[in-house]
């Protein structure tokens, strides 16, 4: 089982950027998926997370209404598109995913997940 993000690189405010989180050994219709980041120094910050139909999605507060998270069962894969991109944004995105209750989106935590990646830097520039 694997979680391989990507998409991270060096933006300026206002941009946008596309994570994607790529899932192998596995298929992802029976998970859920959510994107966590951390930023150097801070505590790992649970960002968005999707359900396994993708019909319910929940986002933290300091990037609703300029992320969006969706996923591809048939790719296999599970994106955060971020847009208005802010300096507080810059920190290290993992991809993590759950194999139970995965109707809901409501997983918050680092535990509630089984599986992680190996995180991508964004880095947005003022």
Known sequence: VQLQASGGGL???GKSLSLSC?????TLDYHAFGWFRQAPGKEREW???INMN????????S????????RDNAKNTVNLHMNRLKPE???????AARGGSVKSAGWTKADD???WGQGTQV????
């Not at 790529?22 to 596995?26: I, K, M, P």
């Not at 993708?54 to 507060?61: E, K, Q, R």
């Not at 944004?89 to 991809?95: E, G, H, I, S």
């Open 11 to 13: 933006v300026q405010a």
């Open 22 to 26: 790529v899932a192998s050994g596995f």
């Open 47 to 49: 960002v968005s997370c």
């Open 54 to 61: 993708g019909d319910v999605t929940s986002y933290s507060d």
């Open 63 to 70: 990037v609703e209404g300029r992320f969006t998270i969706s």
């Open 89 to 95: 944004d810059t920190a290290v995105y993992y991809c």
């Open 113 to 115: 997940y089984d599986y």
């Open 123 to 126: 880095t947005v520039s003022s």
